[in-house]
């Protein structure tokens, strides 16, 4: 029974997936915004959930919200532009794949929460986006330069069905959110740095596809992150990061995995750096207010789970065996909320900590990082074969 149910649940979320390459319609039924004068929150119903971003543009100032793709004829935008705060609204194609709205602002606004609510019954998305007055120097110090906007990231159209192995590796933080800094060295910036390592490592490795969360210093939310590896058909997300602690104690690189409690006390703090990131609070890809769903979702992470611990096992082994520097304990579990996917494993590493110099320097080099890169595919060719997902490989 409940392998019929788990079968069910996975078989609705492919076939949303599969829906990706279609293209998402607005819903000006659940479309608003509003302010209390001081917040605005922007409420934008889609069909279907689709990779987007956020991020502001001064002289004008704006903030902009850009998906792949969207069709806005549905939206009258004279009949939703309801604030002072938004002195109009344009909606439209941008020349470089980008579906675009534009908000004009008519004073300096920061985004303070960004998420994707996917109800998992009907498959519809909803965009909650909270913004905050910011001073004039902030907003000019976040807001991205018009030369500088990313490309169009590549995120494929549907999930395999016999192709490769597709590995998602998600960059920690990015954009408005550098994560940890030490002596000029931005957590986000290594993380990308690595991810591309290790992803052109996995592309040689045969039979693997990787994925990027992020290919530039972009912010990201969590949900478009998961949106990103679902869409790419993900069989295996890892989840890069090096964070810095008050004390220059710990050391060495550790895999998390999920519990609903943080084992310990470098847990609890993982927790509370990464837990929320930017979640809109009491809205998550797990539709909780659905009570068939969570059990059913439970049910998945049943499933999941016991891989994602397998993979954290291989993981440390082969980082080990390429010469990695390990923590202490070098296994650890957290209530992440990036691990809380229940469709495919999952696993956080922990590559170092920025507050270590050591853990610095090692990151900071191209040797250091080859034994990630090294350490990692091993560990990914070892767990797939076991786990029959990779045919046995001959391997040089
Ligand atoms: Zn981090």
Known sequence: ??????????????????????????????????????????????????????????????????????????????????????????????????????????APLGVSRAGMRIDDVTGAATLVVSAAPVSAELFAATARAEPGLPARPAVPSA????????????????????????????????????????????????????????????????????????????????????DALEKDLAQGASVYTLTEEASDGSAQRMAERHGREDLVSGLDLTGQDDRVATVLMELARAETAPASNRFATALVTGMREAGVRLNSRPRREGPLAVLNATDFPSVLLEAGFLSSSEDRSTLRSPAGRAAFVRGITDAVLTWAVEEEMLAPLKRN
């Open 1 to 106: 029974m409940i392998r019929i149910l788990i079968a069910l649940l996975l078989s609705t979320q492919m076939a949303a997936a599969q829906n990706f390459s279609a293209l998402a319609r607005v819903d000006p039924s659940r479309t608003a915004i509003k302010s209390d004068g001081e917040t605005l929150v922007i409420d934008l119903g889609l069909s279907q959930p689709v990779p987007w971003r956020i991020y502001t543009l001064a002289d004008p100032m704006r903030l902009v919200l850009d998906f792949d793709q969207v069709d806005w004829s549905a939206l009258d935008t004279d009949t939703i532009n309801q604030t002072e705060q938004v002195t109009g609204l344009r909606a439209g194609q941008g020349g470089d794949g980008w579906s675009r709205l534009v908000m004009p602002l008519a």
């Open 159 to 242: 999930p395999k069905e016999d192709g490769p192995l597709v590995v998602v590796i998600d960059p920690g933080h990015g954009g408005i959110d550098p994560g940890a800094l030490r002596d000029d060295v931005v957590e986000a910036e290594l993380m990308l740095q690595l991810a591309r390592e290790v992803a052109e490592g996995l592309n040689r490795a045969g039979g693997i596809r990787a994925v990027l969360t992020r290919d530039e210093d972009i912010f990201v939310p969590l949900a478009a992150r998961m949106t990103i590896a679902r869409a790419a058909g993900a069989d295996l997300l890892i989840s890069l990061h090096a």
